[in-house]
T-cell receptor, first 113, second 112 residues
């Protein structure tokens, strides 16, 4: 596709529910990043993939957060047993490779009630 | 102290004004510097991408990096109402796959 695509755009989850957020990166982009953006804040790094390998997951806030990219293309961020503090916009970005420009998707706005 | 500091504003200017947006940082390992524009309920859109120190110009936008002062700037000339958005600075080191570290963003409003 022409850009990074994320789905769903909006998700409302009841506390304790599991959610899965999808990211379709730009075709051919090797690197894929997930960020979390709280209201009024800049995005904060969650995890990084190079192809199918998850090379950095130091930003994941708890073991309830899990990300995968099994075939080196589409990625899924899963949050188990959602809590209210998980409410945020989750952004996916992709780039061609090392230290090249990263392009962001529109984000998924998660609201936990 | 956060690694990247950015005044959140808001910053209000009349149409046609020159806008100056700034960030300071503390990590001398940062080598790549970016400015993103984010409209409400949209993802960040890359505006400028620079490596190391120096200036880069693209249309009405000029990005400056001063590594000796750990200070970066974005100038917008002849500002337009369509420039009203949040501007995020971001930077990264020189390792493969290094994550971007963002500022909080500065909210800009340009009135006609």
């Amino acid at each position: 596709g022409a850009g990074v695509s994320q789905s769903p755009r909006y998700k409302v989850a009841k506390r304790g529910q599991d959610v899965a957020l999808r990211c379709d990166p730009i075709s051919g982009h090797v690197s894929l990043f997930w960020y979390q953006q709280a209201l009024g804040q800049g995005p904060e790094f969650l995890t990084y993939f190079q192809n199918e390998a998850q090379l950095d997951k130091s930003g994941l806030p708890s073991d309830r957060f899990f990300a995968e990219r099994p075939e080196g293309s589409v990625s899924t961020l899963k949050i188990q047993r959602t809590q209210q503090e998980d409410s945020a916009v989750y952004l996916c970005a992709s780039s061609m490779g090392r230290n090249t420009e990263a392009f962001f998707g529109q984000g998924t706005r998660l609201t936990v009630v | 102290q956060k690694e990247v500091e950015q005044d959140p504003g808001p910053l209000s200017v009349p149409e046609g004004a020159i806008v100056s947006l700034n960030c300071t940082y503390s990590n001398s390992a940062f080598q790549y510097f970016m400015w993103y524009r984010q409209y409400s309920r949209k993802g960040p859109e890359l505006l400028m991408y620079t490596y190391s120190s120096g200036n880069k110009e693209d249309g009405r936008f000029t990005a400056q990096v001063d590594k000796s002062s750990k200070y970066i700037s974005l100038f917008i000339r002849d500002s337009q109402p369509s420039d009203s958005a949040t501007y995020l600075c971001a930077m990264s080191g020189n390792q493969a796959g290094t994550a971007l570290i963002f500022g909080k963003g500065t909210t800009l409003s340009v009135s006609s």
